[in-house]
Every structure is written in C-alpha cells, then in structure tokens.
Nanobody
C-alpha cells in the first residue's frame, strides 16, 4: 500500500535549521510528485514545496524561497525538506503528500495530492 511517514520535526530557535524526511513505500517516485505542506494553528493547510516525478523540477511558495530546499533520494525512496533560517512564522505541522502525476511539473494545490502522511510538528521559538 502507499505509505508516507514524516520525521525530523522538533523545537528550534529562530535562525536554526531542520531537515524533514518523508519515507515512502508502495509506489515509485518516478511516477509521483511529492509535496510538502504545512498547517499552523488556526490556519488552513498551505503548500510549501513540491518536486515533480520526471524532471525533478521544484516549486517553492514565496515565503520559503531561498531558505528551504526539497530533494529526493530515489534509492532510499525518501524525500527531504531542508529548512534553514527558520522563523516563528514557520511553526506548523508539516505533511508530505504524493500525487500520481507522471509529469515534468508539480503544483502546490493540496487537492491534487491523493496520499498524505500523518505530519511532523515544527516549532520555532526562543
């Protein structure tokens, strides 16, 4: 079965870094786009970054450009989100999601993603 498991969240001070991992199973990353989303308390879930299934093109929401990097290790079937220069506004539960989209592009629209992990919390506070 398709399965995604996030890990790597925690408590960090402003300016710190975290690397989130999304371990996948039950499908090939060659045919699924992977997205990272986050949901802060009292807010809707928003797209953070995604990586396409074929060309591995990447997309980032404006608020994280230059700070976050998404990458994939196909051999390990794991997708990472490196988060640098973290700010309190980045505090949220972070989710990875998979979209059966064998394309050279991806999008940060949550309704396009069929499979979701359970989330890993990230808290940025001094």
């Amino acid at each position: 079965q398709v399965q995604l498991v996030e890990s790597g969240g925690g408590l960090v001070q402003p300016g710190g870094s975290l690397r989130l991992s999304c371990a996948t199973s039950g499908f090939s990353l060659n045919y699924y786009a992977i997205g990272w989303f986050r949901q802060a308390p009292g807010k809707e879930r928003e797209g953070v970054s995604c990586i396409s299934s074929s060309d591995r093109d990447t997309v980032y929401t404006d608020s994280v450009k230059g700070r976050f990097t998404i990458s994939t290790d196909n051999a390990k079937k794991t997708v990472y989100l490196q988060m640098n220069s973290l700010q309190p506004e980045d505090t949220a539960v972070y989710y990875c999601a998979a979209s059966p989209n064998p394309s050279s592009w991806c999008a940060l629209r949550r309704y396009e993603y069929d499979y979701w992990g359970q989330g890993t919390p990230v808290t940025v506070s001094s």
